[in-house]
């Protein structure tokens, strides 16, 4: 089975605090993804990676940067926290090439900023 | 822009009674579509995928979909609702085979059921 595990399933941080979220894979999945969910929102996409130091930006990536060294990590960090970037925090994998693939969803880490 | 559209944020059934959620597409092309189940305090895991191989789609726990060009739809259905389909269900579009391309979610469904 997949396994897109997150580092966190509940975060409590402050406002201006540097917000690291860690999403691991164990598929050699070449795609990743950050998403964050809120009620009546659906999932909204922060950024992606396609290849490893590779980055493209979603819908939303203001307020977030996304680090990936490793085919198998994606990191997510709020460099400055805000209390309208509490939410959840969904991570996602995908194989490479056909895009029809399904992705592949980690349990979320629930942020709150205070 | 792709966008999805899910009829109705909250669907109440009784159960043993039919499960219909909506979900309405805007492409131009025949995109790649997908249903995804949230059970609570847990990721999404899909319930099923449309690729053009055919119409009707099977998923996992009795839910099936079919895609409708001329409606652009792909309504999510199952016979009889069972207490433990009680989640939250996303529609989900890819519109391209390009490398990088991205799923675009709807808002999603709350789907209760009623003993």
Known sequence: DVKVTQSSRYLVKRTGEKVFLECVQDMDHENMFWYRQDPGLGLR???F??????????????????SREKKERFSLILE??????TSMYLCASSPPGITNNEQFFGPGTRLTVL | AQSVTQLGSHVSVSEGALVLLRCNYSSSVPPYLFWYV???????QLLLKYTSAATLVKGIN??????KKSETSFHLTKPSAHMSDAAEYFCAVNPSS???????????TQLTVNP
């Open chain 2, 38 to 44: 949230q059970y609570p305090n847990q990721g999404l």
């Open chain 2, 98 to 108: 390009a490398r990088g391309s991205r799923l675009t979610f709807g808002e999603g």
């Open chain 1, 45 to 47: 996409l922060i950024y």
């Open chain 2, 62 to 67: 009795g839910f099936e979909a079919e895609f």
């Open chain 1, 80 to 85: 400055s926290a805000s209390t309208n970037q």
């Open chain 1, 49 to 66: 990676s396609y290849d490893v130091k590779m980055k493209e930006k979603g819908d939303i990536p203001e307020g977030y940067s996304v």
